[in-house]
Structure formats: structure tokens, C-alpha cells
């Protein structure tokens, strides 16, 4: 006798939480995620569809793999896995479960999702975060970001919390840690639909960036001068 899992069809989508690394693609034209397990290999964007990291031909969640999209149903379950010194750097996503899932005890494996908040922490200086920011490290053709403060984005390759959103697309908001989310979009965000909290976010990380240039110009400008003196 074969032993067939329980069917549920729910009105509304189930919801759950993860973590992810944020990224961007080498030519900085689209933005995503990345898992910090077995998917890690395999970035995705805002509302994707899962393929199986083994590279077998079947759909996932297939029962008798591990392929398919994670997430636990309980939001602290998620933020204590930001604990740890490996994920300190990854983001707090809020997902919406799409298409076929297999429920577990603490959350779901699933086919198809759509990321509805980005939740960002502190920058590692422990200052609240303005920016994603280069993060030293990427899977081939993307580069990992992390949370940055206005003080530390310095010249890194970096987006602003909106700006991530607004590249990412599919009504995708971003956070700094602590923020409470607003409800998703139906679609991104343009520049005119930014709130205060993003405009000034958005004048922090160029204000930072000028400060940077402008000590680097002076840096430069103090070699010449010397050297002219020297000559």
C-alpha cells in the first residue's frame, strides 16, 4: 500500500520566512537572492520558480528529494538563524508560498514563491542600515551584498534599500531591520512612490559617496602638490 501525503488547497497562498544572501548580477542590471544552503548555487529573483540543485529532470517539491524552495512558518525561527556567523550578513525575507508545497512540522518545501519583504540588518559597524553594499565574496556572474551604513559604503559597488527594491521589481520592498513593513506593491516602486524614510536613506548614501570622492580628490591632490615641490 502506498501512503499519499494529505491534500490542502487553501483560499490564500501559506506564508512563510527564510534567509537569503542579497545579490547582484555582475553587469548590475538585475538584482536577487541566493540560498545559504543546498540552493546556494542557484540565485533567484523576486518571484521564481525552484529547480532541483541535483539537476534531476523532475518538478519540485519532488517527494523523495530535497529540491524546492524553504521556508519556516515562524519569523523568530528565522531570525535566529542570523545568529550565526555564517548568515550574520543575510537578509530577513517574508515569502508568499506559490504553486505545489509539501508542509513539514516547522515549515514548507515548495515549487514557486514570491519574495514580499527584504528585511536588511544592522551594518557591521552597528549602525543602521542605508545601503547593500559589495560584500567581498559572490557566485560566478553575482556579486553578495550587505547591509552598509552611509559611513561604510565608501566606494563599493552598493544600491541604495530602494534602489535593491526598485531593480529587483515584482513589488519587492526593502527594510532596514526593525522597520515595520509596509504591504506590498502590485508593482515596483518608482522614484516618485518613495516615502521619507527611503528619500533620506537615498541622500545619506550620496552624501557618503561625495564625502569619499571628495577626501579621495584631496588625498591625490596632496600627492601633486608635493611632488611640484619636490621638482
Known amino acids: 500500500m502506498r501512503l499519499r501525503l494529505p491534500e490542502e488547497r487553501p483560499e490564500e497562498p501559506p506564508t512563510g520566512y527564510k534567509i537569503a544572501h542579497a545579490v547582484l548580477s555582475q553587469d548590475g542590471t538585475r538584482a536577487g537572492f541566493t540560498g545559504v544552503s543546498l540552493g546556494g548555487a542557484l540565485p533567484y529573483g523576486v518571484l521564481d520558480d525552484a529547480a532541483c540543485v541535483y539537476g534531476r529532470r523532475h518538478r519540485p517539491p519532488a517527494r523523495l528529494c530535497d529540491c524546492g524552495f524553504h521556508c519556516v512558518h515562524d519569523r523568530a525561527a528565522a531570525e535566529a538563524l542570523l545568529c550565526t556567523a555564517e548568515h550574520r550578513a543575510a537578509v530577513l ?77 515584482e513589488g519587492l520592498r526593502v527594510v532596514a531591520s526593525g522597520a515595520v513593513a509596509a504591504a506590498p506593491r502590485a508593482e515596483p516602486a518608482g522614484d516618485d512612490d518613495l516615502g521619507v524614510p527611503e528619500l533620506v536613506a537615498e541622500a545619506a548614501l550620496l552624501q557618503a559617496r561625495l564625502d569619499w570622492f571628495q577626501t579621495q580628490l584631496a588625498r591625490l591632490g596632496g600627492r601633486g602638490a608635493g611632488g611640484a615641490e619636490q621638482g
Do not use: H, K
Open 93 to 169: 525575507l517574508d515569502v508568499c508560498v506559490l504553486g505545489a508545497y509539501i508542509r513539514f512540522e516547522r515549515g514548507f518545501r515548495y515549487a514557486r514563491q514570491r519574495v514580499r519583504t527584504a528585511a536588511a540588518g544592522p551594518c557591521a559597524c552597528g549602525s543602521a542600515a542605508v545601503a547593500l553594499a559589495d560584500a567581498g565574496w559572490g557566485r560566478p556572474g553575482w556579486r553578495a551584498l550587505a547591509s552598509a551604513c552611509a559611513g561604510c559604503v565608501r566606494g563599493r559597488t552598493s544600491l541604495s534599500l530602494a534602489g535593491f527594491a526598485r531593480l529587483a521589481g
